[in-house]
């Protein structure tokens, strides 16, 4: 029984990341980073090599299994997948009536997570300092980058998947975001709510070459360099809040293949000037609301997964 209430919880945990990378501005690695569950995320991506298959073959498809922690990343896959296609449609339809609040969630989130990683520091040196401020620029960098246009062709739509999944790792950095910049958010939710199959399946497939080469240069530097590398993980938390600020004025937009216009230049604002400036409601208490319930949620599960292991 335990062990069943130990997989749904991953499970969740799968879901929960399945969700936040549906959002342009939000990173799934930042979730698993808040589950607790990173390092063994990349460890275990990592494992997957051609040694899977001489295992395999010498001793058998269990020893294969265990040498990936292949129920880890199956329970966990399975709750990414069951959200990315059933959230899909209500992260839509939430960014589109209450972005203000749901902005306001995720802002809240990062603020939690960021202050985590802090805390798993363990010396704070200059490498250290320098780390999260290039990680810091990078990510503020990447939101406020122009989207191109995207493309229909398959080998666009394998890269756009390749480097996508590298920021869906990344805490802090949004793969969605990373779509939207490319030009190909739009079309890959359509991809998913529509089951095109041949988009999905080639879009998934470089999303893994990308994750399993990517999860080793990450599994390398949290090996030699862990107090750098949990810094430039913070500081691209820490960029990232100017993509995820609640309250924006939209200066320029562009219209995407199926006819929906796009932000592409957005200034943050004051929610006191946001109703004037844009006519639309500020929920300025809801909004706070979430954004503080969302910061004392993470700290609760971190006191929860503490307990947990004491």
């Not at 809040?241 to 006819?259: A, C, Q, S």
Request: charged content about 10%.
């Amino acid at each position: 029984m335990n062990q069943f209430k130990e997989y749904l919880f991953l499970y969740l945990k799968g879901a929960a990341m399945g969700a936040a990378d549906v959002v342009p501005g939000v990173s799934g690695g930042t979730i698993a980073f808040i589950a607790g569950i990173y390092e063994q995320l990349i460890e275990s991506i990592k494992s997957i090599s051609f040694s899977t298959l001489l295992i395999l073959k010498k001793d058998g498809f269990k020893a294969a299994w265990d040498s990936i922690n292949g129920t880890f990343l199956l329970t966990l896959g399975l709750g990414v997948i069951t959200s990315l296609v059933s959230l899909a449609h209500v992260i839509t339809y939430l960014l589109e009536t209450y972005p203000e609040m749901v902005w306001s969630f995720f802002f809240g989130l990062i603020i939690a997570s960021s202050l985590m990683v802090k805390r798993m520091i363990r010396t704070w040196n200059l490498p250290v300092l320098g780390s999260m401020l290039v990680g810091a620029a990078v990510a503020y960098w990447i939101s406020v980058a122009t989207p191109a246009g995207g493309s229909d062709n398959f080998l666009f739509i394998f890269f756009s998947g390749a480097v996508a999944i590298c920021a869906m790792i990344l805490p802090g950095i949004s793969g969605a975001f990373i779509l939207l910049l490319l030009g190909m958010y739009t079309s890959m939710i359509e991809a998913l709510k529509s089951f095109d199959v041949p988009v999905v399946t080639v879009f998934v497939s470089g999303c893994g070459i990308g994750l399993l080469a990517f999860s080793r240069v990450l599994s390398w530097m949290f090996k030699n360099y862990h107090n750098e590398t949990l810094s430039l993980l913070m500081g691209f938390m820490l960029g990232s809040l100017n993509k995820v600020w609640p309250w924006k004025l939209t200066l320029k937009t562009f219209e995407d293949h199926h006819g929906k216009l796009i932000p592409i230049v957005q200034e943050n604002i004051s929610p006191l000037k946001y109703e004037t400036l844009t006519l639309k409601n500020p929920y300025l208490y809801p909004s706070v609301a979430l954004m503080v319930f969302a910061i004392v949620f993470i700290f609760f599960l971190e006191k929860i997964g503490a307990e947990h292991k004491a």
